[in-house]
């Protein structure tokens, strides 16, 4: 009686094990839901990234890249692109944040304005600056002209001035942007602090230096470590203003691909951005281990 039973209970409970594998209503739905993110992923992000390291995998290409001059100046020109532009762009961040607290009327206005040249896109801005700075006819040496009588400068045909002038338009685009972001963090400090200190005498440095620095120290070193990830991938403010010369000169790592894209050498290409990635790696998994803490 009792091996019959358990014949008949154990071909009753073999179908359920196997309905455990089948897909529920909503598992179906959010794989209908999901799937065309997933091939999009798949096609735009997945696909490109293999293709180029396939494309940048023979050592050789790294030995050429090493050989070539341009792509040795285009390491220095990068490393001093982040290492000038991130200091100066984050250390004027958190001095205007702090301008930028004061409820006045007319700073409104002015954080108004200041916001404008991260909100406007990147590619007229950075052309209307290019126009300006033309040595014959832009608006900046005319000035010059009508107010000396000499001619000013060629601003785009001396590397150092170029890659400057880059760096420069970098932080105008961006200083908005991280100041609005350390702005939001001194906003969230309570009042009652900054009032107990003036009670008890301390001045403004104190203040900051007790209070303020203190409170967004890690929000600000967070914003350097993300500033730093989004100027290496910086195209716009060098390729718009200088196009990378005069004499390729003034490349970085994010625009020096589209010189070997110009001379038919797409190996050369995919390996000068995929030596970006010692910069990159590094900074993007820091940046996660802050996160995750």
């Known amino acids: 009686m009792t091996a019959a039973t358990t014949n008949i209970v154990e071909p009753a409970r073999r179908p359920s094990r196997r309905a455990g594998f089948a ?61 000038v532009a991130i200091n100066v762009k984050m250390v004027m ?26 909100a406007v896109p990147s590619i007229p801005t950075i052309l209307s600056v290019r126009f300006m700075l033309n040595p014959e006819w832009g608006v900046v040496n005319t000035l010059i002209f009508s107010l000396t009588g000499d001619d000013g400068p060629n601003w785009l045909n001396d590397p150092t001035l170029a890659l400057s002038l880059s760096m420069v338009v970098h932080i105008w685009k961006s ?10 963090g001194r906003l969230a400090i309570p009042g009652e602090l900054y009032e107990a200190a003036s009670v008890d005498g301390a001045g403004a440095w104190h203040r900051f230096r007790f209070i303020t620095w203190p409170s967004i120290s890690t929000l600000y070193v967070t914003c350097t470590f993300l500033s730093m990830i989004f100027t290496v991938g910086d195209f716009n403010s060098v390729y718009l203003l200088t196009g990378g010369g005069p004499a390729d000169l003034t490349h970085v790592l994010a625009t020096l691909g589209i010189r070997y894209l110009r001379l038919d050498q797409v190996g050369l290409a995919m390996a000068s951005i995929v030596c970006a990635l010692p910069l990159i790696l590094p900074l993007v998994f820091v940046m996660m281990k802050r996160l995750s803490k």
Do not use: C, M
């Open 23 to 83: 897909l529920s209503e909503k598992q179906v739905w959010a794989l209908l839901f999901t799937a065309p993110y997933i091939v999009v992923f798949l096609a735009f992000v997945v696909f490109p990234v293999g293709y180029a390291f396939w494309l940048a995998r023979d050592p050789h290409l790294y030995v050429e890249l090493s050989e070539d001059p341009i792509f040795l100046r285009t390491v220095v020109n990068t490393l001093v692109f982040l290492i």
């Open 175 to 184: 200083l908005p942007f991280w100041t609005l972001i350390l702005l939001a």
């Open 93 to 118: 961040a958190l001095f205007l944040s702090g301008f930028f607290t004061h409820k006045r009327w007319w700073v409104k206005v002015l954080a108004v304005l200041f916001v404008l040249p991260w």
